[in-house]
Structures are given as structure tokens and as C-alpha cells.
């Protein structure tokens, strides 16, 4: 398993802590998001895959756009989403 | 310099006190206290003199340095801007400062307006080129309000008035995010997704600061120069907020499309600086005196 770190204000529990299965970055964005629909439209294009403009960091490492294909995520890690105007 | 306020320099407490967060959860706003966590506790800050534009910087001062230099933003190089349409967020290709809402928008904000679509590394070029720089936070929040605490740079009570926020725009005003939401659905199936800004100065002087700055609650983001951090490390805030700290950049202002709480001068939100900008977010520069 993964763990998945949203905003927040993402959900209407203002929960921030989740887990996925662990896989191809873009395959765990997608499932989790598939899996927690209230927050798909902040992860999801309309076509379903990941947004770009959203960042997303594997533990403590910041996975440029055109990396984020080629990245696995493996079990015990912590994918932290970070929109690219966090608070406020 | 022409255009630009005079600032003394200054010790003041930057940041809010626990009591303005305790505000915050009694209005009818549905954030979180972690998610204005960052705006506190509050830190003794001194500043030297220093000067700070009057307003934003506009479409026809950006075009100008356009034209002195040739320079071209991360969203004209990369072909694509942010937008909120009906759906959320989307980037759209042919979004830029010159076409603000998409091809064929091109005038769609006045020359008096901000420029918007500008990153971080945009506004610092031109900043550069007009003999400027980005302001810190600290000296952006002290020209908002002075050494005094006050929610809005004209005081402590509201007034949609005084400032470009989403408030001003709908008839009978806007209190929930579902009233926000049918609004600016309304606006984009009639005009697009383009961006609300307003000229320069439009709420002076009743919305200026008291150092006479204006539009420093809402019209557009402003970028400053610093680096996200925590005021205090052992801060309590949202994990993803605190994970923007190192390498974010403080923005600050709101801009129209947000509500009363985003604008207050003390409200801190934080920019992805490596390209990032969307058709809500501009800049004010300033300069040591």
C-alpha cells in the first residue's frame, strides 16, 4: 500500500490521509481518484487522466510532468498532491 | 518614481492573531482553521524604507516591455494557460496575456487592467527590466495595512465595494461556494472563461491601503519574492501547505474570484514558481528607497 496526502479542503471530511495500491504514478492517481470521486475533477481530466498542473510528490521528491509516466510508486511510500496554489 | 508609495521603514507584528482566526471560524466560510494555519502565529518583522507600486502592473506596462525586449511568458513558450471553465481548472491551448480567455480574446481586459497569465519567473523579468524587483511578502502585507492589524487594507469591516472579489460581480452578492459556482457558470456560457479583472485603481480611494496603495484585496494574485515558510515550524497546518514550504513562492491579495475571507492582508497562499500562472494572477513591484 501507498499512502496519498490531499488537501484538506479536497473532501467534505477535510480528511488528508489515504491509501492506494502501490503502481505506475499515474495508475495510483488514477484509481484513487476513481475510488474517491468527490476529489476526481481536482485530480482527473475529462478523459481521465491526471492533471498536469497539479504537482505531485513521491515522498520527498517533486515529479516533474515529463517524469511522472516513468514513476513507480513503491509500496510504503507517500504520494503527497499538492495543488499549484496550496492554502489560502 | 512615478507611480510608486513611499513606505517609512517599519517594525511591525506580520501575521494574524489567533483572534482573526478565531473570526474566521465563526463566519460562514467552510474552511478549515489548519488552512489559514500558515497566516500565524504572528512574527516581529522590521523592514527598511523602501517604495512599492501604486498598483498592479498593467496589460500596456507589460506590453511595453514586451516590446523593449522581446520577452516571451512560460505560457506563450509552453502553447497553453489555466483557465476555470464550467468543469474547474483546464489548461487551454492559446491562453496567454495578450488572448487572456483563449484565441480571439485578445482585448477582453483593457489596457488599464492587470496583466494576468504572468509567472513567477515573468513578473521577476519584468521587474528586471523596470529597474525593479518582486516585493518581499513582509513589505507587501506592511503596505497593505500598516503597523496596526487590520483585516482589509481600509479596515476591519467588509464592504464589497471597496474591492474586486467575486462578491462585487453577482446581483445579490455571493455567499456559498454553490452561489459562486452558479455564477461564474452563468458567466462562462455567456462570455467564456475571461477573466474578471477591473482597471487599475477602480476602488480608490475608499479600498486603498493606508500608505495609498490600491488594489491590494482582490483584482488579481500578486507574486512576491519570497520563498514559502512557516512563520513557526511547529505550526499545525495542512500537510500539502506545509509540503509547498521550500519551494513555492508566497503569493498574496486574492484576486476577483475569490470570497471576503481570501483577500484580508494577512492571507497567505503559495505559487508554484517553475512556469505556473493563471488568468487571475499579476504583480506589483517594488524597489529599495
Given amino acids: ?20 495500491d502501490e503502481g505506475p504514478l499515474p495508475e495510483v492517481i488514477r ?3 476513481e475510488a474517491n470521486p468527490v476529489m476526481r475533477r481536482r485530480l482527473l481530466d475529462a478523459g481521465g487522466e491526471p492533471l498536469q498542473y497539479v504537482n505531485v510528490c513521491v515522498d520527498d521528491e517533486l515529479i516533474p510532468r515529463h517524469l511522472r509516466r516513468a514513476t513507480v510508486v513503491p509500496a510504503g511510500a507517500t504520494v503527497t498532491i499538492i495543488a499549484p496554489m496550496a492554502g489560502g | 518614481m512615478a ?8 517594525m511591525f507584528d506580520q501575521g494574524s492573531p489567533p483572534a482573526a482566526l478565531d473570526w474566521l471560524l465563526r463566519q460562514d466560510q467552510p474552511l478549515p482553521r489548519s488552512w489559514f494555519a500558515d497566516e500565524t502565529p504572528q ?3 522590521t523592514l527598511g524604507p523602501y517604495r512599492i507600486d501604486r498598483y498592479p502592473v498593467t496589460v500596456a506596462q507589460f506590453r511595453e516591455f514586451t516590446r523593449a525586449t522581446g520577452f516571451r511568458t512560460d505560457a506563450e513558450d509552453r502553447g497553453f494557460g489555466l483557465v476555470y471553465d464550467e468543469q474547474g481548472w483546464v489548461e487551454r491551448a492559446g491562453v496567454h496575456w495578450r488572448e487572456p480567455g483563449g484565441p480571439g480574446t485578445a482585448g477582453a481586459a483593457g489596457d ?32 497593505a495595512r500598516g503597523a496596526t492589524f487590520r483585516l482589509w487594507p481600509w479596515g476591519d469591516d467588509w464592504d464589497d465595494k471597496r474591492a474586486n472579489t467575486a462578491e462585487l460581480h453577482a446581483v445579490g452578492g455571493l455567499t456559498t461556494l454553490e452561489d459562486w459556482q452558479q455564477w461564474w457558470h452563468a458567466l462562462c456560457r455567456r462570455d467564456g472563461p475571461l477573466p474578471q479583472t477591473t482597471s487599475v485603481g477602480s476602488f480608490s480611494p475608499q479600498g486603498d491601503s493606508p500608505f495609498g496603495c490600491a488594489d491590494m484585496a482582490g483584482n488579481v494574485y500578486e507574486w512576491t519574492s519570497t520563498l514559502s515558510y512557516l512563520y513557526d515550524e511547529a505550526t499545525v497546518c495542512d500537510p500539502t501547505v ?6 513555492y513562492r508566497v503569493i498574496r491579495g ?7 475571507y481570501q483577500v484580508r492582508c494577512s492571507e497567505r497562499m503559495h505559487g508554484d514558481p517553475l512556469g505556473w500562472s493563471s488568468f487571475a494572477h499579476g504583480f506589483r513591484c517594488a524597489q529599495d528607497a
Fill in chain 1, 1 to 20: 500500500m501507498v499512502r496519498i496526502v490531499v488537501p484538506s479542503v479536497w473532501n467534505p471530511e477535510r480528511r488528508t490521509d489515504f491509501e492506494a
Fill in chain 1, 31 to 33: 484509481r484513487f481518484a
Fill in chain 2, 3 to 10: 507611480g510608486m508609495v513611499f513606505i517609512p521603514g517599519a
Fill in chain 2, 43 to 45: 512574527r516581529p518583522a
Fill in chain 2, 112 to 143: 488599464d487592467h492587470p496583466v494576468v497569465h504572468t509567472s513567477w519567473r515573468d513578473a521577476s523579468a519584468y521587474a528586471q527590466w523596470a529597474g525593479k524587483r518582486l516585493p518581499t511578502e513582509t513589505e507587501w502585507e506592511y503596505a
Fill in chain 2, 242 to 247: 506545509r509540503k509547498a514550504m521550500g519551494s
Fill in chain 2, 254 to 260: 486574492g484576486s476577483w474570484m475569490n470570497f471576503r
